[in-house]
């Protein structure tokens, strides 16, 4: 908390997540004492003299800019996390951590059920150069523990998983990941931090793509990693200053804003997902519909989410298949009208229908798609923001004309 009256520094300490999310990493302006860290949209920074260079901190915005930093620092006080690096794109995190981590002949547990963009990347990119993926059910810890290899050097799993909200026991994996002295990443995009603190579950790495819940407005695009230790931090700064795939003034100050809303959106949007996903499954045009609040949701799964979700709530995504499989799925997808949309992105405040098989799985190979039950009729939801009875009355006359 503030120690110095309303225009001191913020101090990191004992305060709530909602408190957190308002007032991390952001001071008021020295020099103007504006409210909000301003968009500090400059390529260098002029140094007093050679020797007092990096006196301030800031050399060059590809190393470090200040909106950008400011973000970095509210997000890793968020995330309970040594450090955070704020990223171009959710991918361009992924990448960074799997270049920060693995060379040639080196090999990597993941998750056979994630992000499509996660799985492609792997196969067409990294095994192309010579590192090595097993795709592991990462419901069966003992499957992940048996894939290991004396040449294992990440462990990156996803929950919940998308689009199949699969959840990962993340104690269970991390204390596989400790035991064998290898790097755990998670990729906890859907779970947000209002949901689950990855860290605070034995991960050593947090990932988000900032695209979805930290922005939640269909603004922007990027990610970030958040590190548990200040060692893993330098190394990824290190990589990311290599690369170049860093975050925008203009995107920070976006984000900034939109992340002290956060915690108000998920509650909304997850008290809604409940009530979407009881009325679908309560539909008799409907074949099944996966939420982790409903009591149909497997047990094994719903004893990771009764343990891992905080807030007692699970989250603005469900997912559903109508009965007619493929072309009944395509037909309710193509007509339901306002306040759905029909395409990609998730998390935002406009309630969103996403057609995995053809949108954001399209990439991932069929066999792996189907494997962990992506069909093509699969109907992905997001929960916005609007009200539960316009989004439901909606979705009742898409499924009653079908
Ligand atoms: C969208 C998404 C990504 C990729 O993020 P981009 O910002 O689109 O690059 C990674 N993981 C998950 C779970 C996602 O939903």
Redesign the pocket.
């Known amino acids: 908390m503030s120690t110095t009256g309303g225009s001191g520094t913020w101090v990191e300490g004992d305060c709530g997540q909602s408190t957190q999310l308002v007032h991390a990493g952001v001071n008021p302006d020295p020099t103007t004492g504006a409210i909000l860290t301003p968009i500090v949209q400059a390529t260098t920074f002029v140094q007093e003299s050679i020797d007092l260079y990096l006196s301030k901190g800031y050399s060059y915005s590809r190393t470090a800019n200040p909106t950008v930093r400011a973000l970095e620092n509210k997000i890793a006080e968020i995330e309970h996390a040594a450090g955070a690096t704020c990223f171009s794109?959710?991918?361009?995190?992924?990448v960074t951590v799997m270049t920060a981590f693995m060379r040639a002949g080196d090999h990597c547990v993941i998750t056979n059920c994630?992000?499509g963009?996660?799985n492609r990347v792997a196969r067409k990119m990294f095994m192309g150069l010579g590192m090595e993926f097993s795709f592991v059910d990462f419901t069966d810890l003992a499957e992940i523990e048996g894939a290991i290899k004396p040449n294992t050097k990440l462990i990156f799993s996803?929950t919940p998983?998308?689009p199949t909200l699969t959840l990962t026991d993340l104690q269970g994996v991390s204390a596989i990941a400790k035991k064998h002295n290898i790097v755990h990443c998670c990729?906890t995009?859907?779970a947000t931090p209002i949901i689950t603190l990855a860290l605070d579950h034995g991960v050593d790495i947090a990932?988000?793509?900032?695209?979805?819940y930290y922005d939640g407005h269909n603004m922007t695009?990027?990610?970030v990693i958040a590190c548990k230790t200040a060692e893993h931090d330098a190394e990824i700064k290190f990589f990311q200053n290599m690369h170049g795939n860093v975050m925008s003034p203009m995107v920070a100050f976006l984000t900034l804003q939109a992340t002290k809303t956060m915690k108000l959106r998920v509650l909304q949007q997850s008290q809604t997902a409940q009530k979407v996903a009881e009325f679908l499954e309560a539909h008799e045009k409907v074949e099944i519909c996966r939420y982790p609040g409903l009591e149909s949701f497997p047990k094994a799964q719903k004893a990771i989410a009764d343990k891992q979700h905080k807030n007692n709530v699970h989250g603005g995504m469900l997912w559903f298949e109508v009965k007619g499989g493929t072309d009944a799925g395509r037909r309710l997808m193509d007509s339901v009208q306002r306040p759905w949309s029909l395409c990609e992105?998730?998390?935002a405040t406009e309630s969103i229908i996403t057609c995995p098989s053809v949108m954001?799985h399209a990439n991932m190979e069929k066999e792996d798609r189907l494997k962990v039950g992506i069909t093509d009729g699969f109907v992905r939801v997001s929960c916005g923001i609007e009200d539960t009875e316009d989004l439901i009355r909606a979705l009742k006359v898409a499924l009653d004309n079908l």
């Open positions: 794109t959710g991918m361009a995190a992924t994630s992000y963009g996660t996803e998983a998308n990729d995009t859907f990932m988000h793509s900032t695209t979805k695009v990027g990610g992105n998730l998390g954001t």
